[in-house]
C-alpha cells in the first residue's frame, strides 16, 4: 500500500534538494542579464532588479536548506513548506517576468533575443528542479515568460512574433517535460518507498529471525544446561546404583550359603552367586543352564514336580523352609536346607532360594540317634543283667543251702557243685552286660592261660 503522505514529503524534498543550483542559476544569469542590458535600461533599475534577485533566491535557498537540515530530526509537515516553496517560486517567476516588463529593448533585437534566450532558459531549468511538485512550475513559468510573450506578440515584426510563438512551443514543450520528469519523480519515490518497505521488512524479519535465533540459543542454552545436570544427576545415578551393585554383589557373594534366583513361573535359574558354584562344583555358566532335575538326587519324593510344588507353595502360600537331596556336578549326593522366598523386581515375580549344606549336620544326628539307641541297649541290658543276677543268687543260694545236707548222695553232690560252678560263670556274664550297661571300662586282672 502507498503512503501518499511519504510520497508528497519525498516530493517536497525533492525540490528542496536543488536549492544551490537555484541559487547559483537565478545569480549567474541575472548578472549576465544586468550586464548585457546595462547600456539599454537604466543601470538604477537594474541594481534594484539585481537585489532583489539576489534576496529572493537567497531567502528560497535558506528556506530549503533549514528543511533539508532539520526535517529528518523532527517531524515536518511536508504540505506546509511545499506550499512555501510554490509561493517562493511563484514570487521568483514574477520577479523575472518583471524584467521583460521594465527592461525590454524595443529597439533592439538581439537585446530581446537575448532576454528571451535567458527568461528561456531559466524557465526550462525551473521545469526541472520544479518538476516534482504538481502544477509548480506553471507558478513559475507563466509569469516569468507570460509578459515576455506578450510583448513579442504585440510587436510588428514577423521575427518577434516568431520568438513569442518559439517561446509559446518551448513553454508547452517543458510543461510536457515536467509532466514526465514529475511522474517519473514519483515512480521513483513509489520505488524507493515499496524498496524502503521491503528493507524495512527484511531489517523486521532479521530482527525476528535474530530474536528468534537468540531465543533458540537460549533455548539451547537452557537445554544445554539441562542435559549437563541430568547426564551429572544420571552420572550420579549410574554411579550410586554401580555402588548398589558391587555392594549386593559384595554381599551376595560373601555368604556360605548358596543362592539361587528362579523365575517364580518357569523355575528357570537366572542368577547364582560364588557359594553356589563352589557347593555344587560347576561354572556360571553351568549354574545357569541346570534344571531342577539337575539339581536334585531324583529320588523318591526329591524330583522336580515335589520342587515345582515347593515353588508353587511359596509363590501362593508365603516362604517355605524344608530339607532336600541334592546332587552336585560329579553326580554326588548331599542334604541340604532351602528356604525358599518370593520377591518383586521390575514388575517380575522371582524366587529366592537359599540352600545350605546340611551334610555334617546330618552326620551328627545320626551319630546322636545311634548313640541313643545303644543307650537304650545298654539300659536294656542293664536291666535283664540285674534281673538275671538276681535270679541267679536265688539258684547259688539254694545249691549253696542244699549242699549242706550231709545225707545228700554224693553223686548229687558233684551235680549240685557242677551247677553251682556253671551259675558262677553266667554271674561273671551278668557282670560283663552290666559293665556294658554302664558304660564303664572292663574289669581286667592277671590270670592263667591254663586254667
Known sequence: MIDQQKIHQGQVAQVHSHYLATLAANIFNAAILVYVLRDVAPRADLALWFAAIILMASLRSIHSWYYLAHSTRKPFFPGTWGQQYVVGLAVSGVVWGAATVFFFPEGSVSHQTFLAFVVGGMVVGASVTSAALSNAFLVYGVPALAPLVARLLFMDTEIQVAMAMMLLVLFCCTVAISWQVRQTIVQLLVSRQEKD????????????????????????????????????????????????????????????DAIFIHEAETGKIVDVNRAMLDMYGCTRDQALAMTIEEGSSCEPFFGAPEAMEKLRATVMDGPQVFEWRAKKRNKEVFWVEVALRLTTFNSSRFVIAVVRDIEARKAQEEDRLRAKKLESIGILAGGIAHDFNNILAAILGNINLACFDENMDPKTKIVLAAAEKASLRAKGLTQQLLTFAKGGEPVRETASLGE
Open 197 to 256: 518497505r521491503e528493507i524495512e521488512s527484511r531489517r523486521q524479519a532479521q530482527e525476528e529471525l535474530a530474536r528468534h535465533q537468540e531465543e533458540l540459543e537460549e533455548l539451547v542454552e537452557a537445554r544445554t544446561a539441562e542435559l549437563r545436570s541430568s547426564n551429572r544427576d544420571l552420572a550420579e545415578q549410574i554411579r550410586q546404583r554401580k555402588m548398589t551393585e558391587e555392594k549386593y554383589q559384595e554381599i551376595f557373594n560373601s555368604t556360605n
